[in-house]
């Protein structure tokens, strides 16, 4: 079946310490997007690769940054991960061209927790 | 400034009810909504989005969209307990280009 696929499921990182999460997908979609989600909060968008455009939110920390190397992949690294960063990362998808924009398939999710 | 909002809840209903979640937003432009389904730990789930006036129906789901009254709700027929769960609502913003803007959700819970 065509999907959204993160790894790790889990990932444990120490204080300080760069970690990178990883996101593919099967659907050929020329969106990609990373949200960070923590506990009874909304997803909040960190930034999204249409095709290969990097698009950063303004509020998004230097901290966080993302490689699209090709269509399929799609990764987040934080360079220096602090104990506010412990959250749900999501990944999703979308094909977006004319007409009104579609719906955005998410992967299963990392949780990231600090230590 | 670009808002949806949604009673957080618990919404509690008995099984085989109507549950039925509603969802207001900032920009009378907006031009589509998208219901998603997340369970406690677990990835949001596309449950239906709607871009017209009216109501759209999948099986026990009906998304209903009012643009005037800034409104969209879900409604959930037939009630089950898998249906407990928290409901995020979804909204691109005009001028938003395809991001989505989420509400925080609303929590159902489905008593058997």
């Known amino acids: 079946d065509a999907m959204v696929i993160q790894n790790p499921r889990y990932q444990v990182t120490q204080f300080g310490k760069p970690v990178t999460l990883s996101c593919s997908q099967t659907?050929?979609?020329?969106?990609m997007y990373w949200y960070q989600q923590k506990s009874s909060q909304a997803p909040k968008l960190l930034f999204h690769y249409y095709d290969k455009d990097f698009n950063n939110e303004a509020d998004t920390p230097d901290n966080f940054q993302s490689r699209r190397p090709n269509t399929s992949f799609c990764f987040l690294d934080i360079r220096s991960p602090g104990l506010g960063d412990a959250a749900m990362y999501l990944c999703?998808?979308?094909?977006?061209?004319?007409?009104?924009?579609?719906?955005?398939?998410f992967g299963d999710g990392t949780r990231l927790s600090i230590l | 400034q670009k808002e949806v909002e949604q009673n957080s809840g618990p919404l509690s209903v008995p099984e085989g009810a109507i549950a039925s979640l509603n969802c207001t937003y900032s920009?009378?432009?907006?031009?589509?909504f998208f219901w998603y389904r997340q369970y406690s730990g677990k990835s949001p789930e596309l449950i239906m989005f709607?871009?017209?006036?009216g109501d759209k129906e999948d099986g026990r789901f009906t998304a209903q969209l009012n643009k005037a009254s800034q409104y969209v709700s879900l409604l959930i027929r037939d009630s089950q307990p898998s249906d407990s769960a928290t409901y995020l609502c979804a909204v691109n913003f005009r001028g938003s280009n395809y991001k989505l803007t989420f509400g925080k959700g609303t929590l159902l819970t489905v008593n058997p």
């Open positions: 920009d009378r432009g907006s031009q589509s």
């Open positions: 709607i871009y017209s006036n």
């Open positions: 659907l050929n979609h020329n969106v």
């Open positions: 999703a998808t979308s094909r977006e061209g004319q007409g009104p924009n579609q719906p955005q398939h």
